[in-house]
């Protein structure tokens, strides 16, 4: 279900995702601060590095892919991709495993890690903005009624890029985990 942010902002995320993210965190922590509550340094030393790399795993993969969306636009959050989509440029949402873009150009853009359940009776699965359903809108389908409607005209292009500062992170973090396994640092 779209949770609304500011006003006439939303954001769809997997709960059940953010959930495990939230438990791993947690468990992350606990182990941590256990050892610093046992006054075990060398152990503390030894496991944070590798619980900050758990951690960002857990957060890049369950917490971070999202859709955020608005009247003009909609941004698909993919584990290391970005994607903005100006509502003109997208023909038409599909509900399959995630929300999948089908753009103007031809090419799809398919949110990773945010599901589209199709609950009993949603036959919201497959509209693009030439149809008008006939029936009620369940809340899995909100989404597409920015689409049904479609933004004005714009001269605004989808724009696809890398989320180069927390791959970064992970990839310094994966560095700090292989020198601590390999030389014990």
């Known amino acids: 279900m779209p949770r609304k942010q500011r006003a006439g902002e939303y954001t769809l995320r997997s709960g059940s995702s953010v959930f495990v993210f939230w438990i791993g965190a947690v468990i992350m922590v606990i182990v941590v601060a256990a050892s610093v509550a046992g006054g075990d340094w060398r152990v503390f030393a030894f496991e944070f590095v590798p619980a900050l790399l758990i951690v960002w795993v857990l957060w890049i993969a369950?917490?971070?892919?999202?859709?955020?969306?608005?009247?003009?636009?909609?941004?698909?959050?993919?584990?290391?991709?970005?994607?903005?989509?100006p509502w003109a440029r997208v023909d038409s949402v599909r509900q399959r495993i995630g929300?999948?873009?089908?753009?103007?150009?031809?090419?799809?853009?398919?949110?990773?890690?945010?599901?589209?359940?199709?609950?009993?009776?949603?036959?919201?699965?497959?509209?693009?903005?030439r149809t008008r359903p006939t029936n009620h809108f369940n809340a899995s389908a909100e989404?597409?009624?920015?689409?049904?409607?479609?933004?004005?005209?714009?001269?605004?292009?989808?724009?696809?890029?890398?989320?180069?500062?927390?791959?970064?992170?992970?990839?310094?973090?994966?560095?700090?985990?292989?020198?601590?396994?390999?030389?014990?640092?």
């Open 143 to 185: 989404l597409l009624e920015s689409v049904r409607v479609a933004a004005a005209p714009t001269t605004d292009q989808v724009v696809s890029r890398w989320d180069t500062l927390p791959l970064a992170l992970g990839a310094v973090l994966v560095v700090a985990v292989a020198v601590e396994v390999l030389f014990g640092v």
């Open 62 to 85: 369950l917490y971070r892919p999202s859709i955020h969306y608005d009247e003009h636009r909609a941004v698909v959050v993919n584990i290391g991709r970005t994607h903005v989509l």
């Open 99 to 129: 929300l999948a873009f089908e753009l103007d150009a031809g090419r799809i853009v398919t949110a990773v890690g945010v599901p589209a359940p199709r609950p009993v009776g949603n036959v919201a699965s497959n509209f693009d903005r």
